[in-house]
């Protein structure tokens, strides 16, 4: 998949190294995966006992609701950080002054805390001070101002980077800013950003799973909920981090896909925010774009 | 807001502990995700195959899934480690993913021209890797391995949930016991703060340091 990366091909003494190393490296890996399983067997993790739950109806209902669970929560909050996001872009590119400070702290603050804080003191602070939601509502409420933030930077990347000569030939129509704004920038800004937004749906994804720190009944609080009670735990996370592989890795596919194709049509780079965090926005850009301006030299 | 001030300590040691636990896998995570990032781009395919997998099975899954794997599933197979120690783990083995991708980018990023003269003049590709590539591709991502750094800083607040002390479990404990969240969210903040901005600080100095002058 990888071409290789040395300039030149390897001469034959080079290709005879990389043959034995070949050879050497598959026994190896092998001979671990053996060893693992061995292991497995021997501290009685491979048994049928361990694993039959699994095939009942009411076990596999357990999981699925938990699953169509983390989706709920993920998809609301999406919504929900989507329309903060776009607020927050706007009024960061706002011409007042003060607007844009203000909101330049507020995008700041919350992008430089961590996640699981807000989660917590929203689902312990939040019914003290007498604000009583279902804890749903509490990891909505954390997942939705923090992605908002992020989301923001986002969309003030995507909408900076379109060209000027567009707000340009719109004010020459006699547009007015706000006119340019949703007819012109915004639908064009809108069709570069899916990448990232779809990048960032797969972290929001992840991040939902924190819920289970503040007994909220998503995919892994339930996948531990069933380890305690037919004591596989090991099992039971193994099916919990399955199910996530499986749909990150089908929405990371998807977010390449789009990126990919809006490379070819736009000619323009995806949206890279700087400091996203681990996101993969960032890290699957930054490798495409690295890449694409490798094979462009 | 006295409650902050009056726990100035507990925030101080909750700092301590956090950056403890973040430099320490950060170290760990560098080291190992520059070997992933090596078998990653290496001419033999199962190093690259074992690399790739391991980098997309752990980079899709959610960290307190991994963290709970660690803490409540080993135990099952044999391995026990305390609570930091498996902090430590989990984080290391999550940043070293995408510091491998972002080194591998970063090798990506450095001219063919470099590795063919590295060839030209005799070196393996152990040895161009080590002494020509290496060097160049670390020094482009200095800016990207910065912010994986923060955001470790911040990921590390997931172990609270596996009993970990460090920043955000002192500020929950202290919102509990005083009731009063806000105050205890606010100081919270204010030292994520005082962690990550110096950060941001020193990555950009060192990234001007090292840049590549042309």
């Not at chain 1, 501290?43 to 694993?51: I, N, P």
């Not at chain 2, 670390?138 to 912010?147: A, M, N, Q, S, W």
């Not at chain 2, 901005?197 to 990234?207: C, K």
């Amino acid at each position: 998949m990888t071409a290789p990366f040395i300039g030149d091909a390897l001469g034959p003494r080079g290709r005879r190294i990389t043959q034995v190393v070949t050879v050497v490296s598959a026994v190896a890996l092998l001979a671990f995966v053996v060893i693992a399983f061995g292991r497995l067997s021997d501290k009685g993790q491979l048994d049928a006992s361990k694993w039959e739950p699994f095939g009942d109806w009411p076990v596999q209902k357990f999981f699925l609701e938990g699953l169509r669970t983390t989706v709920e929560v993920a998809l609301v909050s999406m919504t929900g950080a989507m329309v903060l996001g776009t607020f927050l872009a706007l009024a960061r590119l706002a011409r007042t002054g003060p607007v844009r400070w203000v909101t330049t702290l507020f995008v700041e603050f919350f992008r430089g805390l961590p996640l699981v804080l807000l989660i917590f003191f929203s689902a312990l602070g939040l019914p003290t001070y007498g604000v009583d939601l279902s804890v749903f509502w509490y990891v909505a409420i954390g997942l939705i101002i923090y992605n908002g933030a992020v989301l923001g930077e986002i969309f003030r990347a995507g909408i900076l980077s379109l060209d000027r000569g567009q707000t340009e030939a719109a004010y020459s129509l006699g547009m007015g800013y706000w006119q340019a704004m949703l007819l012109v920038v915004i639908p064009q800004a809108a069709r570069r950003m899916i990448p990232a937004i779809v990048s960032q749906l797969v972290t929001l994804l992840k991040d939902s799973s924190l819920g289970a720190a503040v007994a909220f009944e998503e995919l892994l609080r339930r996948g531990r909920i069933n380890g305690e009670f037919f004591q596989n735990p090991l099992q039971s996370l193994v099916v919990v981090a399955a199910l996530y592989i499986v749909v990150n890795f089908a929405l990371s596919m998807l977010a390449r896909r789009l990126e990919v194709r809006q490379r070819r049509r736009y000619k323009a780079g995806a949206i890279v925010v700087a400091g996203a965090g681990m996101d993969l926005a960032l890290m699957g850009v930054q490798g495409d774009a690295a890449e694409a301006a490798d094979t462009a030299t | 807001m006295s409650v902050v001030f009056d726990n100035l300590d507990i925030f101080l040691e909750g700092m301590r502990r956090t950056l403890e636990l973040s430099v320490l896998s950060f170290i760990l995570a560098f080291l190992l995700g520059i070997l992933v990032a090596a078998m990653r781009v290496s001419p033999v395919p199962p190093l690259r195959w074992a690399s790739a997998t391991y980098i997309e099975l752990v980079r899709n899954t959610p960290l307190l899934v991994l963290m709970f794997v660690v803490v409540f599933a080993f135990p099952s197979i044999g391995f026990t480690y305390s609570y930091f120690a498996s902090a430590v783990i989990v984080l290391t083995a999550y940043t070293a993913t995408f510091v491998g991708e972002t080194v591998r980018s970063g090798i990506n990023a450095v001219s063919t021209g470099q590795a063919e003269a590295a060839r030209a003049i005799g070196l393996t590709f152990p040895q161009s890797l080590r002494l020509v590539v290496m060097p160049q591709a670390l020094r482009t991502v200095v800016g990207p391995l910065g912010g994986i750094f923060i955001a470790l800083l911040k990921n590390s607040g997931v172990a609270v949930a596996i009993n970990v002390p460090e920043l955000t479990s002192a500020a929950t404990q202290l919102g509990t016991d005083t009731a009063q969240f806000i105050p205890a969210f606010l100081g919270a903040a204010a030292a994520y703060l005082m962690l990550t901005i110096p950060s941001g600080f020193a990555t950009n100095w060192l990234e001007r340091r090292v840049a590549i002058k042309r």
